[in-house]
Every structure is written in C-alpha cells, then in structure tokens.
C-alpha cells in the first residue's frame, strides 16, 4: 500500500519591518490549504515577532501647520468666494470637488492638504509573531520559500546565513516565490542572472545589476513565472503570486467556481478582511467586496487591531482597501457565501436596515456565512443566531447570548466552529481554520 502523499512546508524568511500582509496573507492563506509554514527571522525565536510597515501608494493627508492657518484661511475664503461666482452654471465634477475641498479647508480647524506622492508611504503595521527558530532550520525538510518585501529585505539581503539559505533552495530547484523588495535578496545571492523576473520599480536597477531579465510590471498585481522562481511587484498581486506557489508546491485546486461576498465597512479590521479576501481569490474564486453606501472603486480604511499587552487590542490605521462591486447593485442570490469581517465597522453595519436583510437573506438560503471577531454583532442584530453554536471577540459575547445562541468559548484565540451553514471565529489569528472550514462548505479542494 502506497505511503499517503505528504503536504508540502514552506519557509517564510521574515526581518523587522516586512511589509505587513505580504508576510501574513501568505503565511495563512497556505495553512489554510493545508500547507505548513515556518516563519523564521535571523537572531530571533520562535515566540518572538517581527515589527512590520504598512506599505501605500497614492496620496498622503498633510495637516496645515496652524502657525500659517490665519493667511491660509484668508487666502482660501477669497478663492472660494471666486469660484461661487464663476462657477454658477457648472455642473463638473472637477468644480464640486474644488469646491468641496476649499469648503472643508475654510471650515475645519487643520485643513488636509492632499498630495500625490511620488513613493510609497509607511507606518506601523501589526507584530508578526514567530512560529520557528532560524538557527534550527533543517532545509532538507522544506519545499518551498516565501520571501515577503518591504524594509526588512534591505538588511536580510546583507546577512550571509540569509544568502546561504535562499541559494540551499535554488540550487535544489525547489520553488522560491519572492515579492516586492525580497527580490533584493535574490540578488544579492546571486540567483537571478539569465532568470525572468518582475518586482517592485524602484527595485529594477538591482535586478538589472544582478544580470536578471526585467519584466515590466503591467499593473502591480502582475507576477512572473521563471523556472522555480516566483516573483510579483507589490501585495496586490497575491492572489496569482500565491496560486503559482500552490501549484509549484504541486498543488490542484477543484471546486472553486464559486461567487463569494465581503460586507465591508469602515475601519473594520486589516487582516480580517485581506487575508481571507486575497485567499479565496487565490484559488481561482469571484469574490466582491462591498460598503454600504458606496461604489465599485471606492476604498474602506482599516484598522489594525493587536494584542499588546494591554487589558484590550491596540488600534492603528491600516491599509486601504478598495472595494470591487457596488453595494446597491448586489443581488444576494446570485453569491454562493457571505464573509462578515470585524474590526470596528460591524458596530454602524448592525445598525443598517439594508445590512440586516442582506444577512437574513443568506442565513434563510442556507448559504455559508463566515464572520469573525466583531462580526457577530452584525449577526446579532439580525435576529439569526437564536439557538446556533456560535463564537466571538470575547467582547462580543454578550451581543452573542443576548441573541440567544450557545456561546463557545475560544480557547485559544484562534479557534474557530461551524454549526451548519455558520462559521464563526474569534480573530485573525484564527484565518487558517477560518477560511478553511469556509472552503469545505464550500466544496473547495486543494489536494497534493
């Protein structure tokens, strides 16, 4: 009788300051499929983490110094007063949006300034804890390497154990699926000479140096495939980036011609809504994410919620997500799943009407809803968790038995249930069950 395949294990090369969802959107989307991952970083342990940026292109919010608010106000006021009278008979929307801007400029106390940069902003991102020891890694063992981008790439790239490690997977021919910045370490290994290879622009000299082939980033979501190495510009192109790792990694997917929902709103959580967004988009699903009140190509900020050390989560602003389908153009029958995000949204969405009929909608079809951490209030407030096996944030509970269903209890933090159409979980760390249970509803497969 023949052995049962094995599941593939990836290493996942952290460093302070990776780009945040380029390190965890891959470390859980491939749990979530059955892959296990090893996050390591140079000089740290297992349990310890990783601080991590938070990565964006587009405009930047400047706030006007107030020792020059006075002149500005004037100079503004006047400006306005010129455009009231000269722009009467229009009707464009450059003019609205002038207007509107030099109304808020002239009315509130800090005015935005809005600039278009010419570079990506950063900030702080969530603290991506550890789940292996670099010192102990046994390379014999794993099938693959993730290497995430942002900052910390720029040191990794320094660090001989690093180069000796990422050259251990080349030569074995094994697959090595790099993104943004990482492919600064490709280079500086020197395992891309003669090799296709896309990244980040402003990584292009290195890799041109180095003796790679560039490929011109069609959009920032676009990925290149060469040989064993995988590569994409930014994290928007996780979806491809990922889907090539699975199937390097020897991978099938089945069954996932399905339609999925997201119920966005704003300052819901960062990792709740892009990492099981970009996952099921991964494997090859049509998933839409919509706000109320809003249109395709409209964003929603995020929030990202940690666990500090203090008595509740810590909050800082996150990425922006941009949402793909209009709110008022949804039809729920035409979905096969919802997924309820948390964060700090779920507490206005459980307020809207039309929010409330778009989940009893689902819920009376029978059709999977997954909602996690803050989520369950929107259920709550629907009236469809009376007598349902369900879990939360432990905030949450109240909202969850005061509408009558069986708590249970999320010990530990990332433990997740299904109580028929319904999947519940606490938070993100719970992604991998999270979305995995999702996918078995769903009849998705991804075998080896």
């Not at 400006?79 to 000269?86: A, P, T, V, Y």
């Not at 269903?405 to 159409?421: H, K, Q, V």
Request: proline letters at 7%; a negative charge; aromatic letters at 8%.
């Amino acid at each position: 009788m023949a052995p049962p395949k094995r599941h593939p294990t990836v290493l996942l090369l952290c460093g302070d300051y990776v780009e945040d969802s380029e390190a965890m959107v891959p470390f859980q989307a491939l749990q979530a499929f059955g892959i296990t991952v090893h996050a390591v970083c140079p000089g740290k342990k297992a349990g310890e983490f990783c601080r991590t940026a938070v990565h964006e292109l587009g405009s930047h919010q400047v706030p006007f110094p107030t020792t020059s608010l006075a002149p500005f106000l004037l100079f503004n006021s006047l400006l306005l007063l010129l455009l009231g009278i000269s722009c009467v008979d229009c009707k464009s929307s450059a003019c609205n949006a002038i207007s509107n801007w030099l109304k808020q400029a002239v009315f509130f106390r800090f005015p935005p300034f809005i600039s278009l940069l010419q570079t990506y902003t950063e900030s702080r991102g969530h603290n991506f804890t550890l789940n292996a020891t670099f010192g102990e890694i046994d390379y014999g063992k794993y099938d693959g390497l993730v290497l995430p981008g942002g900052r910390a790439p720029e040191y990794l790239a320094m660090d001989q154990t690093v180069l000796d490690c990422v050259r251990k997977f080349s030569e074995s021919g094994k697959p090595i699926a790099s993104i943004c910045h990482g492919q600064l370490i490709l280079a500086s290994a020197d395992i891309v000479k003669g090799r296709k290879c896309t990244a980040f622009p402003a990584v292009k000299p290195v890799l041109l140096a180095a003796g790679a082939e560039w490929v011109e980033p069609q959009t920032m979501a676009t990925c290149v495939v060469d040989g064993n190495i995988i590569t994409g510009p930014t994290y928007a192109g996780h979806p491809e980036f990922i889907n090539h790792l699975v199937r390097e990694l020897g991978g099938a997917i089945t069954g996932a011609d399905k339609k999925i929902l997201f119920l966005c709103g704003d300052f819901m959580e960062d990792y709740e809504v892009i990492v099981p967004f970009q996952s099921l988009q991964a494997l090859g699903c049509h998933v839409d994410a919509v706000c109320p009140d809003k249109k395709a190509g409209d964003t929603c900020p995020t929030a990202i919620h940690d666990f500090e050390g203090d008595q509740t989560y810590s909050e800082k602003p996150g990425h922006t997500f941009t949402l793909t389908a209009s709110y008022d153009a949804v039809d729920a029958s035409s979905y096969d799943a919802l997924v309820i995000p948390g964060g700090r949204a779920p507490e206005y969405l459980a307020l809207d009407e039309t929010v409330i009929d778009l989940v009893k909608k689902f819920m009376e079809s029978k059709k999977p809803v997954a909602s996690i951490c803050h989520g369950q209030q929107i259920l709550a407030a629907a009236g469809v968790l009376k007598g349902r096996k369900c879990t939360a944030y432990p905030a949450v509970k109240l909202n969850v038995v005061l509408a009558g269903a069986e708590w249970l209890e999320p010990d530990p933090i990332d433990r997740c249930y299904t109580d028929g159409n319904l999947i519940t979980g606490a938070a993100w760390p719970g992604h991998p069950e999270f979305i995995s249970q999702l996918m078995a509803l769903l009849g998705i497969r991804v075998s080896f």
